[in-house]
Every structure is written in structure tokens, then in C-alpha cells.
């Protein structure tokens, strides 16, 4: 049992299923098939968005302009939509990804070149980008009825009983999973963030590897941004504000340490379905928007010092040499 508990992912995964059943008691059909389709399809978009924030994470590094990538490249490829009603959505959809690693790979070089702290970089690149979304828009909405009916259809679309924007999701978890985990840049990753000094020696480019992920939280986050704009037939300025903070709290509830090195793409999915079933049970079952507030900062707040004795426990130095126990004793 005690074996059990120190499983971080499956204790989570115990808490949401308790979460559903417990709030199955107060709401009719809250745990049915249906509805809990439903939360996963709403908390699709953060799923892609925290994977990409946890690969900066990992890195030592924090990515707060993810939601204002999100909500730029949203509205310029929902603006280009309804001015080129002739444009292939594929070629949308690349443009986003496009656009929003750019937008990615400008922090990772601040970071990376010029050694600029990244909470630094992306406070400042945050402001940059909402200011870019209202002036690419002049603070204008872009509508349902001027979009396309594919641009707003195909992530709607059912395939084997879910939404299309459910299979991306899907998708893009099994893609960061295979790049952490079978790639070098992965492995790099993790060496960045877990001991950079060691990881230097050990020919670890590290100012490259959060480079890289600061471009692929990008790109995650410019497809969120086409995501959001289809599933939500709207594009505005202020669209996913917060929600950067929302990417931070799933890597942290789901085990993602804020000090790098530490985490698993399965535990940062867990800790945005958490959030997920927090945000579809709480509204169900009558409890008011400013308590629903309160109850997720106690939950991150929790996370974060349950993190911080799981990694004093742990230890934090990966890629130490130690010595035979001959030469210790000798």
C-alpha cells in the first residue's frame, strides 16, 4: 500500500476517479460516458498547452506567454480565414503552428543568447503579444459567421465517438511523450534541467535545449490557438487570459517540478484532467466562481509543497558519478 502511495501518477489518477464519483452523488450523469467525454474534449486545448509548458519546465524554465501565443496566432489565422474563404485549413493549421513557434523561438533566444532570466523574458513577451493581437485585430472580434464552415467543423467532427480536437490531443500526448522519452532532445531536457552543470560536462548544450523548447511550447501552443478559435467560433484579444497560469498548475499538480528535471507527460495530463473535472463539477454542483477560485490555489498550493518533499526525498543531482565502493573505502 505504502508502494502505492509514492506512485505520484496513479494517486492522481485515484483522486480524479474518487473526484468523479464523489461529485456523481450531487449531479445526475456526471459520471456517465458522455459527460465525461465532455470534460476531456473541454480540457483538450490544456492538455496541448501544458505539455508544451512542461517541456520548459523541465528545462528550468517557465513559459508565461503561452496563452498570449494562443490567443495571437488564433486571430491571425482566423482573420485570414474569413479575408481568403479559399485557403486550404491544413495551410491554416501549419500557419498556426508556424506562427506560434516563432513566437516560441523568440523567447528561447533572449533566454539562450542573451541570458536573460525566462519568467523575465515571458512577463515582458506576454504584454508584447496581446499588444500584437490587438493591433493585428484593432481590437476587433472575428465571429462565427465570418469564419468558414471547415475552420469551425472539422475539430467538431466525430471520429470513433470524440471530437476531432480530442484525437489532437490524444495525438500530441503520445507525440511529447515519444520526444522525452526516445529522443536525444528529450533526454537533454531532463539533463538541462536536473543539473545543468553536470549536463554541461557531459556535452549537454543547455542553453540549445530550452532553445528547442521554448519553440516547441510554441508551436503546441499556436495549434491551441486554432483549436480555441474553432471550438470557441470567436477570436478576441482577451481570449485564454489566465490560462497560462492554468498550464503551470496542470504541470504542477500532476508531479512537474518548478525546479526542472522531474516529470512525466502522463502526470501533467493527470493534473489538467484535475483541473478539468474541477472546473465542469464545481459550477454543477452550485458552488459560487470566487470559491471555485479559492479551492484551485489551496489544490496548487498543496501540490507544490507535496513536490518540494517528494524532490527532498528524491534528491535533486542526476548525472553523478559515483565511485566503485572500493575506492570510497580506500
Do not use: C
Not at 508565461?64 to 493549421?93: E, K, R
Request: glycine residues 12%.
Amino acid at each position: 500500500m505504502r508502494n502505492l502511495l509514492k506512485n505520484r501518477e496513479l494517486l492522481l489518477g485515484l483522486i480524479i476517479v474518487g473526484m468523479i464519483l464523489g461529485f456523481s452523488t450531487r449531479a445526475d450523469n456526471f459520471a456517465s460516458p458522455g459527460n465525461l467525454a465532455n470534460i476531456f474534449n473541454d480540457t483538450s486545448i490544456l492538455i496541448i498547452l501544458a505539455l508544451g509548458q512542461m517541456v520548459v519546465v523541465l528545462t528550468k524554465s517557465i513559459d508565461l506567454s503561452v496563452a498570449a501565443n494562443l490567443a495571437f496566432t488564433g486571430m491571425a489565422v482566423a482573420m485570414l480565414d474569413a479575408a481568403y474563404p479559399g485557403l486550404p485549413l491544413a495551410l491554416l493549421v501549419v500557419l498556426a503552428i508556424g506562427i506560434g513557434a516563432m513566437l516560441g523561438a523568440i523567447n528561447g533566444l533572449l533566454v539562450w543568447i542573451l541570458q536573460i532570466p525566462p519568467i523575465v523574458v515571458t512577463l515582458g513577451t506576454l504584454t508584447i503579444y496581446r499588444g500584437m493581437t490587438f493591433v493585428l485585430s484593432g481590437g476587433a472580434w472575428v465571429n462565427a459567421h465570418q469564419m468558414q464552415p471547415d475552420f469551425l467543423g472539422i475539430p467538431r467532427m466525430l471520429v470513433l465517438g470524440l471530437p476531432i480536437l480530442s484525437w489532437v490531443a490524444i495525438v500530441v500526448v503520445i507525440l511529447v511523450g515519444f520526444i522525452l522519452t526516445r529522443t536525444p532532445f528529450g533526454r537533454s531536457t531532463y539533463a538541462a534541467g536536473g543539473n545543468p552543470v553536470a549536463a554541461a560536462y557531459a556535452g549537454i548544450d543547455v542553453g540549445r535545449a530550452r532553445f528547442l523548447a521554448f519553440v516547441l511550447s510554441g508551436a503546441l501552443a499556436g495549434l491551441s490557438g486554432y483549436l480555441w478559435v474553432s471550438r470557441y467560433a470567436v477570436a478576441y484579444v482577451d481570449i485564454a487570459i489566465g490560462f497560462e497560469l492554468d498550464s503551470v498548475a496542470a504541470n504542477v499538480i500532476g508531479g512537474v517540478s518548478i525546479a526542472g528535471g522531474i516529470g512525466t507527460v502522463i502526470g501533467t495530463v493527470l493534473g489538467a484532467l484535475f483541473l478539468g473535472v474541477i472546473k465542469n463539477a464545481l459550477p454543477v454542483i452550485g458552488i459560487s466562481p470566487f470559491a471555485q477560485m479559492a479551492i484551485s490555489g489551496i489544490v496548487i498550493v498543496l501540490a507544490v509543497v507535496f513536490n518540494a518533499r517528494a524532490e527532498r526525498r528524491k534528491g535533486r543531482i542526476i548525472l553523478r558519478d559515483r565511485a566503485p565502493a572500493s575506492e570510497v573505502s580506500a
